[in-house]
């Protein structure tokens, strides 16, 4: 069975950074589309940002545009999330989607907390 592996979050003061990995067991075919997801501490789950893999081209909410940014290692078949400027409200779980739309996923790894303390 194909898994997805997060690692990488921990306990930041605001405007510190992270970096999130998620790496894809099995292969990731050129329709595939990597997400992450957040699920925040009132149990609301938000899309965060995508990368298409056949491009490498990137989309991101407006919430965490120009302070987040994802990107693959091809080969070693993983993504990852780099936070920067993080703010309080940045404190979730953070989960590594796949599938073949922009913000969808139908594959889940186990998540990774992220906690952001003012």
């Known amino acids: 069975q194909e898994r997805l592996v997060e690692s990488g979050g921990g306990l930041v003061q605001a405007g510190g950074a992270l970096r999130l990995s998620c790496a894809a067991s099995?292969?990731?075919?050129?329709?595939?589309?990597m997400s992450w997801f957040r699920q925040t501490p009132r149990n609301e789950r938000e899309w965060v940002a995508s990368?298409?893999?056949?491009?490498?081209?990137?989309y991101y909410a407006d919430s965490v545009k120009g302070r987040f940014t994802m990107s693959r290692d091809k080969p070693e078949n993983t993504v990852y999330l780099e936070l920067d400027n993080l703010r309080p409200e940045d404190t979730a779980v953070y989960f590594c989607?796949?599938?073949?739309?922009?913000?969808?996923?139908?594959?889940w790894g186990q998540g990774t907390q992220v906690t952001v303390s003012s």
């Open positions: 989607g796949r599938s073949i739309n922009i913000g969808e996923a139908t594959d």
């Open positions: 099995g292969r990731l075919y050129s329709s595939a589309v």
């Open positions: 990368l298409r893999w056949s491009n490498g081209r990137t």
